[in-house]
Nanobody, 120 residues
Framework: QLQASGGGLVQAGGSLSLSCAAS?????MAWFRQTPGKEREFVAA????????YYADSVKGRFTISRDNSKRTMWLQMNSLKPEDTAVYYC??????????????????WGQGTQVTVSS
């Protein structure tokens, strides 16, 4: 079970931090986002030990994913936010491997989503 939080409204150029609390650890975890009428889009992922991270090109250099397995929590620090980052952000967990880490099929558990709105 996953519980995402931390969304909100921010001006362009601002920052937000999302968190995702998990009931279990030991899985790859990721953030995806979705806007109305579009497919869910990969944002960032981190393997179970935190030793491997992967980002979508659109957020590379602006977003940072991290996790603390002792707290069973994952974070997404979002800086230099743009209006096009506006979406519902979902956290996910699963047995994704390197080849599937950016694909929704690599994750079997999904959080409820948290809205991020970036105003221009």
């Amino acid at each position: 079970q996953l519980q995402a939080s931390g969304g909100g409204l921010v001006q362009a150029g601002g920052s937000l931090s999302l968190s995702c609390a998990a009931s279990e650890s030991g899985y790859s975890m990721a953030w995806f986002r979705q806007t109305p009428g579009k497919e869910r889009e990969f944002v960032a992922a981190i393997k179970w030990n935190g030793g491997y991270t992967y980002y979508a090109d659109s957020v590379k250099g602006r977003f940072t994913i991290s996790r603390d397995n002792s707290k069973r929590t994952m974070w997404l620090q979002m800086n230099s936010l743009k209006p096009e980052d506006t979406a519902v952000y979902y956290c996910a967990a699963g047995r994704a491997i390197t080849s599937t880490i950016s694909r929704a099929l690599g994750y079997s558990v999904w959080g409820q989503g948290t809205q991020v709105t970036v105003s221009s």
